[in-house]
């Protein structure tokens, strides 16, 4: 698994940095990637702030082990802020032997922190998709 020295340092290698890390199945590897208080928004619209809750929402979909493929279609930067607008999917048969095929296009917000290293401020994983109340 990559180290801290791995992180991304330009806008462009957020997104392979994400498939690798959800790729070892590591929930905590995933983690190095989100500022402390960031956000990640839920299918239904919901919001949850911070390394332990996004631990908690990622980690079922880590358990299924199967890879993330994402590629990014564009990554608008302005300073030490970028918007990454990105296709993904998880897709196969999971661990449990049940099909699973979840994906989007997602539009996140990364910024680059003191020490070079870019991290999500916000991983909207379904974009502008219309969401579903939980």
């Not at 929402?57 to 030490?80: E, I």
């Amino acid at each position: 698994m990559s180290d801290s020295s791995s992180l991304p340092t330009v806008p462009e290698d957020v997104v392979p940095a994400l498939v690798e890390r959800f790729n070892s199945g590591d929930v905590n590897a995933m983690l190095t990637l989100y500022e402390p208080q960031a956000v990640l928004v839920m299918r239904d619209g919901r919001t949850v702030r911070g390394h332990t809750e996004i631990a908690a929402q990622l980690a079922p979909d880590l358990q299924h082990g199967l890879p993330l493929a994402a590629k990014a279609r564009h990554v608008f930067v302005n300073g030490d802020i970028a918007e990454i607008v990105l296709d993904w999917t998880i897709e196969g048969t999971g661990r449990d032997g049940e099909h699973v095929h979840v994906g989007g296009s997602a539009s996140d917000v990364v910024h680059r922190g003191a020490d070079g290293f870019w991290r999500y401020l916000i991983d909207n994983g379904l974009g502008t998709a219309v969401r579903q109340p939980a």
